[in-house]
């Protein structure tokens, strides 16, 4: 489904999406995939699934509308820009802030032999987008700007 936000409380941690279809549909946090709640705001448009729980109408899997993602080419792959959010930190992964709002996970394989240590939270970066079933990873990771560079 596609919809817009039509309420949010940042605050609290939920909001409202209205759908295409005219239904409202709530959502709190743990509906967020890939992407920070302070990233939102009222009309902005998302992508998300409906399931209903306790008799409401409840929106699950909430992201950025892959429409509104600024994709560029890069050869034939298709790349995105961000800045490092997080630092791997083994078991858990690195995160990395796209340009929309949405956190992007990523490990030492999509690296392609960089090394970690080579990267700082707040280093710009440019990768592909792999979407895999229930959330989007990026690979084949390259250093922009790093921090202190700019």
């Known amino acids: 489904m596609r919809g817009s ?26 509906s967020l995939q890939g992407v920070d709640i302070r990233a939102l705001s009222v009309e902005k448009t998302v992508e998300y699934e409906e399931h209903f729980e306790n008799e409401r109408l409840r929106a699950v899997r909430v992201r950025v509308a892959n429409a509104l993602k600024q994709i560029r080419r890069w050869g034939s792959e298709m790349r995105r820009k961000g800045s490092v959010a997080q630092l791997i930190r083994k078991p858990r992964p690195g995160y990395i802030l796209d340009e929309d709002g949405c956190l992007v996970a990523f490990d030492e394989s999509a690296l392609e032999g960089l090394d970690p240590g080579e990267l700082s939270v707040g280093d710009w970066v440019e990768y592909e987008e792999l979407d895999r079933m229930e959330e989007t990873r990026a690979s084949r990771i390259k250093p922009l700007i790093r921090r202190g560079e700019e």
């Open 5 to 30: 936000i039509s309420r949010l409380s940042q605050k609290l941690g939920c909001g409202f999406i209205l759908g295409e279809d005219g239904r409202e549909a709530c959502f709190d946090l743990s």
